[in-house]
């Protein structure tokens, strides 16, 4: 195996020049040749895949090491890579650990920090593999014909808990011996497809005996079940937990299929008795997401992540605690009128610190399962996006609009942060990014909102320059201090626009009524609080009204389609990705239907319901007969959210009505675009129909 390495090579780029990546390999191999933007200091595409992009972050038992995970990305290779490494707390001695062209991740601590396991695809499917620290010893220890998703190391050191997918009910071969290559699929209930892919098989838990470098003793926690557990798509090993004893497992689960499954959010805590065999419900009787279990260091408390309300997929996320002897429930962040994103124990066993969002960045904050005392430990321009305790302080990943993710080492009595990992500090230093700025714009209702505005690198404030409104997605997503590989608001920048990013109606950070008034008011108050923001900022006479644009993906779409005959004028050029075009279709068209019914307020034949109804009069589609503005339409094939055929549709519109217009139209992308070079293709196809639409003549190339 090509990680089998007797030492730690360290890279190339050490010394963190231009290239700004410690991957242990020739930097064209991965990244492409080099590109003259970044000796111009600009933010291009091709720049912003040079970028390491760290993922998991763990801290040894003893606290004195992390061990983490770096993908790069290879533009001519058109695929990513991720390698692992280990440094010290403080950030020195960081060594790399593997040395691939596949992915190591789900790397964890075991065997009380003397060896590290992980999970690699180096075979053709993921394995867990072992190491020890200092790089030597690497040994694969599964050999699962299926492969394993995630896994955990039971505390104990002798079992194993993992996740593989089942088979869903039966092909058309299995059902007809004759019919061996059909390819047809039977439907008899809803669910069939789900994110990007069609419902064949689903996730479920399983546990085994580590006999020496092999697996004995498989079980599935689920067997004969055909629920899923994690929860398929985004659901991940951190929906599953041991406990401290290693004899209890939990696991996050929605036992529902088919029409039942589309239309409920309720998903519950299961514990499984490894003794007995037997499976029980910790969160019956509450009834919306429950997830993420985590088991105090004691083993007296569970922690997990709650919704109360069925059917609202963006409810408030609180976090809970229960007394496992007692059975005793804590709603911990009750007097907390924001999010847990995520959280973790403290050794002292009575204190969380979690992750909330806040006002458009992302902080971390300590809070007492006792008292219910939530207390701020940072502040700051920046989301920070995971945690675990260290040596007398947090471990942290933390991003901006203007830095990728690195590790930081937070310190609890001050909130200081240092940054340990460093990996893209070379990169940075040679990049200028514009600045900034945190704006409170007055609503047209008279509230305050948080918009962040973003000038260009150069920005010269006697000149004109063109401006984008960026229009969020979710709908319930916030606008922080986030790093984004596609809509990066600081390439916007670059290109020489000033980008507009309001926290509109419908948004976390800013109270459960902001978040939630946007549920059944689609083409409501949040399209007034877009116009509140472009009008505030295009008063600046640094800013050309006469050139504004405006973008954004999903419900992001949605809102550029609606704005297009609604805008009366203002924007010169828009861009929809994923969008909402007709949302009667979106109705029949898309698969989770608690989110359709809740946000849009039922079916569209529902005559009675008057949200449904003032939701559905208030679709883009409508509307067409207003549009008289250029617009792009992106859309990739794969997605089953919302289906490409809202892209199409729109674009058939617009052709129709002679308005010019653009589809970029990705056959083998979801409601994302993850394949490296279809992502360049799409920001160069971004800017240069802005450029065309919203650039003076001698900027922009020539009309085709």
């Known amino acids: 195996m090509a990680i089998a390495i007797t030492g730690i090579m360290l890279s190339c780029n050490e010394s963190k020049g231009p290239e700004g990546n410690r991957s242990g390999k020739d930097p064209n191999e991965i990244i492409g040749k080099a590109d003259p933007s970044i000796a111009q200091g600009r933010m291009t595409a091709e720049v912003l895949y ?14 004195s090491r992390i061990l983490y995970q770096v993908t790069y990305v290879s533009i001519s290779r058109n695929k990513t890579n991720s390698e692992l490494f280990i440094m010290n707390s403080d950030g020195s001695e960081k060594k790399q650990l593997t040395i691939t062209h596949t992915q190591e991740y789900n790397a964890q601590w075991i065997e009380d920090g003397r060896k590290i396991a992980f999970l690699s695809d180096e075979t053709g499917t993921p394995q867990i593999w072992t190491v020890n620290p200092d790089g030597k010893g690497m040994t694969q220890i599964t050999d699962q014909k299926e492969g394993i998703e995630g896994f955990i190391i039971s505390p104990d050191g002798k079992k194993v808990l993992f996740i593989r997918n089942v088979q869903s009910g039966k092909k058309p071969g299995e059902r007809y011996d004759d019919l061996p290559q059909a390819s047809g699929r039977v439907v008899d209930d809803l669910m069939y497809k789900h994110w990007d892919r069609w419902v064949e098989s689903v996730p479920h838990p399983f546990v085994a005996d580590l006999a020496g470098n092999k697996l004995a003793n498989i079980k599935d926690l689920m067997e004969g079940e055909p629920y899923e557990a994690p929860m398929a798509p985004f659901g991940g090993i951190e929906q599953l937990a041991w406990s401290p004893d290693s004899r209890i497992i939990a696991y996050t689960s929605r036992k529902k299929t088919g029409r039942e499954y589309a239309r409920s959010t309720n998903s519950d805590i299961f514990f499984y008795d490894l003794e007995s065999g037997e499976t029980r419900n910790m969160t019956e009787g509450m009834m919306g997401y429950d997830v993420n279990p985590q088991f105090s260091p004691d083993g007296r408390y569970l922690a997990w992540q709650s919704m109360e309300r069925d059917g609202c997929e963006s409810d408030k996320n609180r976090l809970f605690v229960m007394e496992l002897v007692s059975g005793k429930k804590t709603y911990v962040t009750e007097n907390f009128d924001y999010n847990t994103d995520a959280f973790a124990w403290n050794s002292d066993n009575k204190t969380l610190y979690m992750l909330s969002p806040v006002e458009g960045t992302t902080q971390l904050y300590a809070a007492d399962i ?101 229009c969020q997605g ?4 916030m606008v922080s201090q986030f790093w984004s590989y596609r809509w990066n608001l600081q390439m916007m920048a670059a290109h020489g626009y000033i980008v507009v990013a309001p926290n509109r109606r419908g948004l976390p950070g800013f109270g459960q009524e902001w978040l939630e008034q946007i549920s059944g008011d689609y083409g409501g108050q949040n399209m007034k609080d877009y116009l509140a923001a472009i009008d505030a900022v295009a008063q600046e006479p640094f800013v050309d009204e006469n050139r504004l644009g405006c973008t954004g993906a999903s419900y992001g779409g949605f809102s550029v389609y609606w704005l297009a005959g609604h805008h009366e004028g203002r924007f010169k050029a828009f861009l929809s990705h994923a969008g909402i075009f007709n949302l009667e279709a979106q109705y029949l068209e898309t698969e989770e239907m608690w989110f359709a019914n809740w946000d849009m307020g039922g079916s569209y034949w529902d005559k009675g319901n008057v949200t449904a109804q003032r939701t559905y009069a208030n679709s883009p589609h409508r509307f067409v007969d207003k549009w008289d503005t250029p617009i792009m339409i992106t859309h990739g094939e794969l997605d089953y959210r919302i289906l490409a055929s809202q892209g199409m549709m729109a674009f058939n519109a617009a052709q129709l009505r002679n308005i010019p217009s653009r589809m970029l139209i990705f056959p083998d992308e979801n409601h994302w675009i993850s394949k490296p070079q279809n992502g360049v293709l799409f920001q160069r196809e971004f800017f240069r129909w802005f450029d065309r639409w919203l650039k003076e003549p001698a900027e922009a190339e020539p009309k085709e």
């Open 50 to 63: 040079r970028f390491g992009r760290i993922g998991s972050v763990s801290v040894s038992p003893d606290r």
């Open 474 to 477: 979710g709908p319930q997503s």
């Open 370 to 470: 006792t008292t219910k005392e939530i207390t701020s430990l940072t502040k700051g321009m920046h989301d920070y996006t995971s945690v675990a305790p260290g040596d007398g302080t947090l471990i942290a990943g933390r991003q901006s609009l203007s830095q990728p993710t690195e590790i930081y080492s937070v310190d609890l009595a001050t909130g200081e942060a240092t940054n340990l990992s460093q990996e893209n500090s070379g990169l940075l230093d040679n990049l200028t990014m514009g600045r900034v700025e945190e704006r409170w714009i007055k609503t047209t209702d008279g509230k305050q909102m948080l918009t962040w505005v973003v000038y260009p690198p150069d920005f010269d404030p006697a000149k004109q320059y063109p401006a984008l409104l960026y």
